[in-house]
């Protein structure tokens, strides 16, 4: 007998606890769409179908983290369920001192409120938004310095992750090592489409910031997928066990921020990690004041056991073959069905390029935010636009375009099979051929910080709302989309997608504004058509 590869992707697990989804009519969705201000964030988890909003915190934890989680110790102050967290943390780190913290960006907040002053700057390879929002908190700036591989999507480079390393040479020499407290690699390089870093990379930039007397921090939420795309990718290593790749990148390194979401296989939890005793005794003291004794640090005593066991967990080869095949294998979908994708596809998610997908949304219109609800009505799917929604507002109150506009469908860990993949791939290819559909949005209201998160948006084009805020973006003006539906075509079918859309009080409207232009019904489509949108001209 002979061996064979399988072409299935077998769940390296069993499933013993179920949780049922819930399947919803179009008309539901629109409400629920309309009712959350079209954005994505603001649904109720229970009116999405499949949620790939986000990997983080959101994975199904195994039998051994649930055993470890009913024995913990919920102590107060020393309880051996931290000494089994910090045990965990320093085996596959090699950090000296171990700072727990409720999740990555408290991890965040403590070491960029002790290390980052006013003037200074922070580079990486590219900074995720709540990194880069605690670094301006403090007046300092975060700069991004991705390699320039990373800027094209289709590309297939094999670690687009990495930092320009000669671009870091520049900002150091520009800057002097005296303003900047850190260098950071994050890893993978989620605000560059989940993609990896090279071992090379990690080394190089770590050895020009500590030639510089700079520390030198991980990012660490995707250690584990990251080690393992420098076994498949990285010459050299391919013989290396996971956990050998991480410690020898963590070696690199002067500490790392971790958010557990992510590769801790926990629903919440993190740490900050560090060898500088005196910064590590600052950065207890402000712990203490933020999170909680230092050993607890805002984390259950059973929040500290899943972390400690999920740490070898994200590690495990089984498992990580089966992750990042089921992304590749959704990736492969979109390709053959010429599905702009960011290429290679990475660690824990596909990213559509909404730029290219859909050219008739003006980037200021926000193309992948668009997407993201063409996904939701049409699938129940939702993922998160990542793109100049998120990153556009500027910290001088300015608006601009982000490098990319993408849609980020995050799959939570050990939660979703291969015909729940199969399933997306049918729904994303039913909504490229419904993508003349596709309105382009503006903002309603925003909050002066990660405003994704909060705000609520609108078709462009669509009246405002008494009291609206008036959207900084840039938006058509009503002669241009006078002139844009001249020009046009309008279908039945966008009509009734329109009505679809918009609840009666808002119809009215529609049809009030019609008149303007004579009764008959294509005239009142193209109408509002003009009224609402540029986006299907
Ligand atoms: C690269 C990266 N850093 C930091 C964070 C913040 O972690 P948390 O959500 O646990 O605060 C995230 C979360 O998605 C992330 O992807």
Known sequence: MKTFEPKSIIEPFRVRSVEPIRFSTLEQREAALAKAG??????????????????????????????????????????SSFYRFEHAVQDVTGFKH???????????????????????????????????????????????LPCVQSQDPKLNYPFKGDMDVDALRTTIEEVGAARIPAVMMTVTNNACGGQPVSMANVRAASALARAHGIPFIIDACRFAENAWFIKTREPGYEGAKPIEIARQMFSLADGCTMSAKKDG?????????????????????????TEGFPTYGGMAGYDLEAVAQG????????????????????????LAAAIPIVQPTGGHAVYIDARALLPHISPLQYPAWSLNNGLYLVGGVRGV????????????????????DLVRLAFPRRVYTQSHVDYLAEVILEVAAQKADLPGYRIVEEAPVL??????????????????????????????????????????????????????????TVIARSKRYGSGREKRVTITQSSWTLACT
């Open 38 to 79: 079209y954005n994505p964030f603001l649904l109720r988890a229970e009116d999405v179908l499949i949620d790939l909003l986000t990997d983080s915190g959101t994975g199904a934890m195994s039998s051994r983290q649930w055993a470890g989680m009913i024995a913990s110790d919920e102590s107060y102050a020393g309880a």
């Open 98 to 144: 171990v700072i727990p913290a409720h999740q990555g960006r408290a991890a965040e907040h403590i070491l960029f409120a002790t290390i980052a002053n006013p003037g200074q700057v922070i580079p990486s390879n590219a900074h995720f938004d709540t990194t880069r929002a605690h670094i301006e908190r403090q007046g300092a700036q975060a700069r991004d």
């Open 265 to 289: 296989m926990s629903n919440i939890g993190g740490f900050l990690a560090l060898n500088d005793d005196q910064l590590a005794a600052r950065c207890r003291n402000l712990e203490i004041l």
């Open 311 to 334: 740490l070898y967990e994200a590690l495990d080869e089984g498992y990580l073959r089966y992750r990042i095949r089921s992304i590749e294998y959704l990736g492969e979908k979109l």
């Open 385 to 404: 636009e990542i793109g100049s929604v998120m990153f556009g507002r500027q910290p001088d109150g300015s608006e601009r375009i982000a490098a990319l």
């Open 451 to 508: 405003r994704h998160f909060t705000g609520t948006t609108r078709p462009a084009g669509s009246a405002s709302a008494p009291n609206e805020a008036r959207s900084r973006a840039s938006t058509p003006s009503p002669r241009r989309m006078r002139k844009a539906s001249s020009t046009s075509n309008v279908t039945l079918r966008w009509c009734s997608s329109l009505r679809r859309q918009f609840p009666p009080s808002r119809r009215k």
